[in-house]
């Protein structure tokens, strides 16, 4: 691991001094940078967790209906059954009227599904 080196004043000369290099980071210092990062993320890194779990934990543990919104949804269960008697009623008064206006071209002798022409 020789890496040729000139001189940097003057002109080049030609003879080449080689230097040993140097590596930027020595391996016996990688494996104590490294348990040190890790206790830092650990000391930090944990007590975040735990505060982010306990915040869902008490979110989801919250009551999911409160007392207006049972009076809301009770509201709204009576709105549909008003709505489905009313359906109902016409669905009755429409059976009346298609009834009656059977008979009546039952009496006059036309075929169902024809009326009279007007003259």
């Known amino acids: ?66 007392g207006e919104t049972n009076q809301r949804l009770e509201r709204i269960e009576q709105a549909i059954d008003a709505m489905a008697v009313e359906v109902e009623r016409i669905s009755e008064g429409q059976r009346f009227v298609t009834k009656l206006l059977a008979d009546q071209q039952e009496r006059v002798g036309l075929p169902a599904g024809r009326t009279r022409q007007p003259s």
């Open 1 to 66: 691991d020789r890496i040729p080196v000139r001189a940097a004043c003057g002109r080049p000369r030609p003879a080449i001094r080689y230097i040993q290099s140097s590596r930027l980071v020595n391996e016996d210092i990688i494996i104590p940078i490294a348990g040190m990062i890790t206790s830092i993320v650990m000391v930090l890194g944990i007590p975040l967790v735990i505060v982010h779990a306990r915040r869902l934990w008490a979110r989801d543990s919250m009551p999911t209906s409160s």
